[in-house]
């Protein structure tokens, strides 16, 4: 007699489980930094933050002057237009203390940390007088004493560099904290997200600025990144970002405020966008065709960082005549840095070989 076949017992239905996070917010039930706030700034801190920025626009103007009649050699890009987002972040950093490192677009940093325009602008020429001794150029400037580690070429990586310097902070328990700056392009370089595991992890006191100046080299950030939200490029790292306004100083600096509390609270990294745009091309040899002029002369129109703080001068009472003896004593200055560097004299040959290695024990 035949055996009577087993009932098949049918198998469990497979639901897909529901997502328990939420976009936007990777991670659930974490904490966050608060939402920053409008820096309030006092009269007296308005105007220095105009001279400031004033002083890299004019720096930059200078510069781009110079590069024209070939005293400048080499590549060369200019800060102008973003004048806000140093100025912003670097007066709320403690000088001495907190070091801040960048890419080849460096003249404006160095000038936010208050480093002398002359020795900036005898680099730029390549003489000894430089800050570098002239052997950095435009892309390499760097102080040891002002912490201010570079003027770095090769794209991101100046963010692993920073990783390093937020680490010696810690291990030092020197209380310091790191300011690494990097564009949109360097955004999708491989070692940034390695730097952005290793400094979450370790809970290293670093601040990662991202100025998105909307073109990296010369291709529009919507082309060149699958998510062009920068401020979340952080979160699969666990690590908290905030997009901000990066042609209003106030807003950059009331951020600054927001991020050095949690970077000095011991919470780790953070991610700062800042939405800036530079009004000249990637370098002096780009003609920035990827663009039209419409649209930088309406960036120019509505959101440059100077004009807008200008408005804020006028309604503590600074008159428009203040401003322009401002701006006149800032040329003065600028001009004066340019006659040191084009009367100082060229490195001797035999500096080539000195600053190559250096011997520790």
């Known amino acids: 007699m035949a055996k009577a076949a087993k009932k098949k017992t049918p198998a469990k239905k497979r639901t897909r489980k529901k997502a328990t996070t939420t976009p936007g917010d990777m991670i659930p039930n974490r904490e966050r930094p608060k939402e920053p706030d409008l820096y309030q700034a006092n009269k007296e801190e308005l105007l220095q933050f105009y001279q400031q920025m004033l002083l890299i626009r004019r720096f930059e103007e200078k510069a781009g002057q110079l590069y024209g009649l070939g005293l400048i050699g080499g590549f060369c890009h200019l800060y ?3 004048e806000a987002v140093a100025i912003g972040l670097q007066s709320a950093l403690t000088p001495g203390k907190d070091s801040v490192i960048t890419g080849y677009r460096d003249h404006g940093h160095m000038l936010a940390y208050g480093i002398d325009p002359k020795v900036i602008m005898a680099e730029l020429t390549g003489r000894a007088a430089g800050i570098s001794e002239g052997k950095g150029g435009s892309m390499h400037m760097f102080s040891t004493e002002h912490k201010f580690y570079g003027g770095h070429g090769i794209v991101g990586a100046q963010v692993s560099l920073g ?13 310091g904290v790191c300011l690494a700056y990097f564009g949109d392009g360097a955004a999708n370089q491989g070692q940034v997200y390695e730097s952005f595991n290793m400094a979450e992890l370790w809970k290293l ?30 979160e699969s790292f666990r690590i ?16 600054a405020e927001t991020a050095i509390e949690w970077v000095r609270g011991g919470k780790g990294p ?12 990637h370098s002096m040899s780009d003609p920035a065709k990827y663009r039209s002029r419409d649209e930088v002369q309406s960036v120019r129109e509505k959101s440059d960082p100077i004009e807008r703080l200008k408005a804020e001068l006028a309604n503590v009472g600074v008159s428009d005549d203040e401003m322009k003896a ?4 800032i040329r003065q200055q600028v001009n ?3 006659d040191f560097a084009e009367n100082s004299p060229e490195p001797e040959p035999s500096e080539l070989y000195t600053d190559v290695l250096v011997e520790s024990y």
Request: cysteine-free; glycine content about 12%.
């Open 80 to 82: 102008i237009g973003q």
């Open 163 to 175: 990783a390093g310097l937020a680490f010696k902070h810690k291990y030092t328990e020197d209380g």
């Open 205 to 234: 006191p670093i601040i990662f600025v991202i100025e998105n100046n909307q073109y990296a080299m010369g291709t529009s950030v919507n082309r060149a990144s699958s998510e062009d939200q920068l401020y979340r490029r952080g």
């Open 240 to 255: 908290p970002g905030l997009q901000i306004d990066g042609m209003d100083v106030l807003a950059v600096r009331g951020a």
């Open 270 to 281: 953070i991610l700062l966008e800042m939405k800036t745009y530079r009004y000249r091309g």
């Open 326 to 329: 401002l701006d006149k004593e």
């Open 336 to 338: 004066a840095a340019a």
